[in-house]
């Protein structure tokens, strides 16, 4: 539960209460599993690299800008309308696949 209260951007208040009445790990411990898990993803992230400049690997990277509209139902002055924008990125391996199978460049220059 910590951990989704930490991805919704939870107040920390809220969070010490359900930490209080036991609904939720200690924030110090949610801290951990992410640092834990982000590093997990940076050993993979640089050994698909290192494999991609030996030319062992071949990706795609995606990404596009995100922009979502949070409406409030019952507007006021501490509450309105926003627009929240985002980039999202989805990096897609292709193994087996030619290095020169996609030529970003030579796509580039037609």
């Known amino acids: 539960m910590g951990t ?9 208040s809220v969070q010490s209460i359900t930490e209080c009445i036991g609904l ?3 924030y110090i411990t949610t801290m951990k599993q992410m640092y ?8 993979q992230l640089k050994q698909i690299g290192l494999d991609w400049s030996k030319k062992f690997a ?5 990404y ?3 922009n979502q509209y949070q409406k409030v ?3 006021s002055i501490e509450s309105h309308t926003e627009l929240e924008s ?4 989805a990096l897609t391996m292709q193994p087996g696949v030619a290095p020169e199978a996609f030529n970003g ?5 037609q």
């Not at 834990?36 to 050993?43: I, P, T």
């Not at 071949?58 to 995606?62: A, E, L, M, Q, T």
């Open 4 to 12: 989704l209260m930490f991805s919704e951007n939870t107040e920390h």
């Open 24 to 26: 939720a790990v200690a």
């Open 36 to 43: 834990s898990m982000s590093a997990g993803a940076s050993k």
């Open 58 to 62: 071949s990706f795609h990277v995606v």
């Open 64 to 66: 596009n800008n995100i």
């Open 73 to 75: 139902w019952q507007p």
């Open 86 to 89: 985002g980039t999202a990125a």
């Open 105 to 109: 460049y030579k796509y580039d220059a």
